[in-house]
């Protein structure tokens, strides 16, 4: 059974992070004029004002800076898998840099794969990349230490 679950909607700036995602790189916009990585993806650096930038590729490694077990009321294809968790993970090589998304057991494994007592606020954890049928890859996260 095929539950909905809402889809990125990748915007110009942001493209090539689901480029690299499909590619099972996970990528981070960097300045080139300075060097300093931003997300979300925007046309100007925050820091320089430069408009260069490119796309660096990281380790796919990061900590749980924090989560949510998200409550009722939920979409539909979101409560059929609750309790789940979006956990927010601060990325090893970049920690300014925080990325949304699942803690999961495997690439394709429902939302709902790890067990909220299992879920520690620092535990390392690495990227893995979700591709569903009908949409972009999504990002979603390991932990190191099973
Ligand atoms: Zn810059």
Redesign the pocket.
Known sequence: MTTALLQPVPDEDGAPFFTYAARGELRVQT?A??A?PRFPPRPC?P??Q?FEHLWKRTNGRGRIWSYVLPHPPLLPGYAAQAPYNVVLVELAEHPRIRLVGNLVESADAPLNSVAPDRIRIGAPVKAVFHQPADGPTVLRWLLERP
């Open positions: 300045c004029a300075c300093e650096c820091s320089c430069s």
